[in-house]
Each structure stands twice: as structure tokens, then as C-alpha cells.
């Protein structure tokens, strides 16, 4: 895909990639090899059929294309933006020995924004039952649970605590990689299916938990929304955000137009960002399309960062300063972010995640002046509605404890996505919502 210039793209919030043309498209498809044995498939977290979409689009037949992608999940042009291809389905193609491997991501993409121009059919629905089912949150997993019970005929609602459906997609993905447009005509396809979506609902507050329990089955999906801060000293002075708390300000509540909107943050002159993933980036290009100059700190090396690298790339374009093998100790202060003081960090031998450990080197200390630091170092479940719905078991990190079918400790409650995995990718979750998704209609058609 083409992205727009550098020093265009941070003065605004609109896509970076523009998406590759119908020629281009073709051209593409036609170096698949069909294979017999596809690993691409194998790659796909919701097991769509890509040699089939692919062949379709070599032969021009786009409907048909789209549909097949659809006939696995209901969301291909998020999915074609934000999911981490490189190391799935196009890691596996056989292609990418010797050669690029096929741009699978970019024909997703290219398909669900052709079916948006050309018009979005509805994939056929099963026969309508008479069981209630009720989804907690409207992120990936929620949505792709929700789909997949909706085409199986369930009667299915779905509770969400903000006042906009999507999830991380809506609050936490910024415009210019995930456009809302795209988010919102998604949910829309899902709500064709016939799904209820209840914004402003809090479960366990705007609507009891007696009241939840009341469905014929349950699925979780709240997300990891609890953000993790590092514990240093300073922590609690004004200029420190979690990240989820500042890309929630910016890309829901739109604060980078205060005071046009309601919601205000503070614009940073000089911002620190702590941390090497995904999040990370995200926050440290809104950062700067708010007029910042931005530093992120990492305390790995460059190439330990669990960020995509097209995401590192475009950071560093973007004129991101990456400052690795450094680590925070104190942020600096009277009441307002001055400064933070950082250490370098030594590489030692391999921890279990097979990068290299890091240790301070003593001495090593010094300042980066920042008025702005925001931690994105890691988030996990909020425990609020777990708390409250009796019998369900925790794991030390606070994901909830399930089977291999997303089934919790309590009957007919059901788990997916990062309230049962920890924070992970959004097609992860998708593939885990798909299993519970699956696991549902077999209690309930059983029973």
C-alpha cells in the first residue's frame, strides 16, 4: 500500500495508507499458488478460506471474493488495517521463502472497501430461535460473537458501558490507522444481522447482574481496559496519562479539538512515551499530530519491540525520537511534569519471552526534559463485573479462567478476547470469540 508523506500525515488525523487500486489488486492475486495444503489458512486466527477470496479476485469476481472472507468474519476492513499479517497469514505463505509473500492483508482490505462502495450484502441467516443471548462489551470479540450467534438465529444483545459501540477499535486505534467511518459502517453490518447494541449500559450498575444472568447464555467480553503504570516515583503529578487513557480522550471523546469538544487533554510541547508496542506507537503519533516533539522510551533494543514494524516505521518517519536499552526511574516535578529521569539499560542473557533481559547500568542516570509522560506498558481486564458475578475464577493476571471453548467456571457464562487472554491482538480475539461463539450454539442446541 501507498502512504501519504510524512510531513503531511502529522498535521492531521486522516489514513496514512491509501489501500491499493483494482489493477494492482489483480496483479496481486495472480501470484498466489494455490496451494494444496494452504499454511496460510493455518495462520488465520478465524480460519478464512484465502486461496479461495484470492482466486476470486485474479478472476475480477469481487463479490464473490468479499463474501467468502465474510462467510469467517464480519469485520475484513478492520481486520485488513490493523491485523499483524506478517506474522500470520502471510508468515505462513510458502511465497515469502524466497520471494514477498502474497500482500493478503492489503486484497482484505481492498475487498471490504470495494463491497462499502459497491454495495454490502447481508450473508443469509439461520432460522430464528427463541433463546436470548447476551454479549458484555462491543469490541472485536463482542462483535464477532455477537455475528456469529445473530447468523445461527439466536436472538442476541449486546451491552456496552460507552456511548459509542467498537471497543478498542472506536476508543483506542486512532483515525489515521483505523479511519471511524470504517469501524462504525462495520457494526452497522452487524446490526443488520439482527443485533441489538445497548450503549450507556454498565453491567452490574445500569443493568443488574440479576438481570444478566437471566439469558439463556452469557459471553464476556470486556476487554483489558485496566492500564498498568510502572510505580515510579512522580507518577501522580499533572502530564501523566495511561495511554489507554489518553488515546480514550482523543479518539472517543475527540480532546484534541477541546474546546470545541467537552473533553479536555493536555497538549504537550515536549512528551515522553514509556514503552515498544503497538499502544505505544499509537500514542506517540497522536502525541505529535498534537504538536509535540515526542521521545519513546523503550528499554529493550530496536529490534525487541513487540510493535509491528510497519507501525515503528511510520513512527519514525513521523519524526518519533526512539530512545531504546533506556528505562524511566522518576518523573520530575512539583504538581506538573517537568522532566523524567531515565538509566540505561545493560542486555543480559534471554528471559522466557526470548529477549534479552534488561538491568540498569548504575551511573548511567540522566534527564529528558517532557511536560507530557504517558505510560503504555501493558493493561489488563477490569475486575468490576467479574467481582460481581459469583463463581467465576481469576488468574494471577486477572484474566478469567477458561476452557478450551471460552467457558468459564459458571454455567452458560462464556469468555472471550482480552478479559480471558490478557491484552493481545484484535484478531486474536476475533478467533477466540469465534470458538465461544461456536461453543454456545452447541450448549443451546443440545440442551
Not at 486466527?45 to 471474493?65: K, L, Q, T
Not at 459502517?185 to 450507556?200: C, H, M
Not at 530512545?323 to 524511566?328: I, S
Not at 545493560?346 to 533481559?357: I, N, Q, V, Y
Request: aromatic share 4%; with cysteine; net charge negative.
Amino acid at each position: 500500500m501507498s502512504d501519504r508523506p510524512a510531513d503531511l500525515r502529522v498535521h492531521d488525523f486522516e489514513e496514512v495508507d491509501s489501500g491499493i487500486p483494482a489493477e494492482e489488486a489483480i496483479a496481486e492475486a495472480a501470484r498466489c499458488l494455490q496451494c494444496k495444503k494452504p499454511a496460510c489458512v493455518d495462520g488465520c486466527p478465524v480460519g478464512i478460506d484465502i486461496p479461495g477470496f484470492i482466486r476470486c479476485i485474479e478472476d475480477g469476481d469481487f463479490r464473490s471474493a468479499i463474501g467468502i472472507i465474510k462467510e469467517s468474519n464480519m469485520l475484513p476492513a478492520v481486520c485488513g488495517r490493523v491485523c499483524p499479517q506478517e506474522v500470520q497469514c502471510e508468515g505462513e505463505c510458502i511465497l515469502g521463502v524466497k520471494d514477498k509473500p502474497i500482500a493478503i492483508g492489503s486484497l482484505e482490505r481492498f475487498l471490504a472497501d470495494w463491497e462499502r462502495e459497491n454495495g454490502i450484502e447481508i450473508p443469509e441467516l439461520a432460522e430464528k430461535r427463541s433463546e436470548r443471548i447476551a454479549v458484555v462489551g462491543s469490541g472485536p470479540a463482542g462483535l464477532t460473537a455477537a455475528a456469529e450467534l445473530a447468523r445461527n438465529g439466536f436472538s442476541v444483545t449486546i451491552f456496552e458501558a460507552f456511548h459509542e459501540p467498537g471497543g478498542v477499535l472506536t476508543y483506542g486505534i486512532p483515525e489515521f490507522r483505523l479511519p471511524k467511518e470504517v469501524v462504525q459502517a462495520e457494526i452497522s453490518e452487524v446490526k443488520r444481522l439482527g443485533v441489538e447494541i445497548r450503549t450507556n449500559y454498565l453491567v452490574g450498575r445500569s443493568l443488574p447482574v440479576e438481570e444478566l444472568l437471566s439469558y439463556d447464555a452469557i459471553i464476556l467480553a470486556t476487554g483489558a481496559g485496566l492500564p498498568a503504570f510502572m510505580g515510579i516515583p512522580g507518577e501522580n503529578q499533572i502530564g501523566v496519562y495511561s495511554a489507554n487513557e489518553f488515546l480514550t480522550r482523543v479518539n472517543l471523546l475527540h480532546a484534541d479539538a477541546f474546546p470545541h469538544h467537552d473533553t479536555p487533554v493536555k497538549k504537550g510541547r515536549s512528551v515522553v512515551v514509556i514503552g515498544g508496542g503497538n499502544v505505544a506507537m499509537d500514542a506517540a503519533r497522536v502525541a505529535k499530530r498534537m504538536g509535540a516533539d515526542v521521545t519513546l522510551v523503550y528499554r529493550r533494543r530496536r529490534e525487541d519491540m513487540p510493535a509491528r514494524l510497519v507501525e515503528a516505521h511510520h513512527a519514525e518517519e513521523e519524526g518519533i525520537r526512539f530512545l531504546c536499552c533506556t528505562n524511566p526511574t522518576r518523573i520530575l516535578g512539583e504538581g506538573t511534569v517537568t522532566g523524567v529521569e531515565v538509566v540505561s539499560m545493560d542486555m543480559c542473557e534471554l528471559d522466557d519471552s526470548g529477549r534479552p533481559s534488561a538491568k540498569p547500568i548504575p551511573g548511567s542516570e540522566y534527564i529528558i526534559p517532557a511536560d507530557v509522560v504517558i505510560e503504555a506498558i501493558g493493561q489488563s481486564p477490569n475486575p468490576l463485573l467479574i467481582r460481581m458475578i459469583e463463581g467465576l475464577v481469576r488468574e494471577k493476571k486477572g484474566n478469567l479462567l477458561v476452557d478450551e471453548s471460552g467457558k468459564t467456571t459458571v454455567p452458560k457464562i462464556y469468555a472471550a478476547g482480552d478479559v480471558a487472554t490478557g491484552a493481545a491482538t484484535v484478531i486474536l480475539a476475533m478467533g477466540a470469540a469465534k470458538t465461544a461463539a461456536d461453543a454456545v450454539c452447541r450448549m443451546l442446541t443440545e440442551e
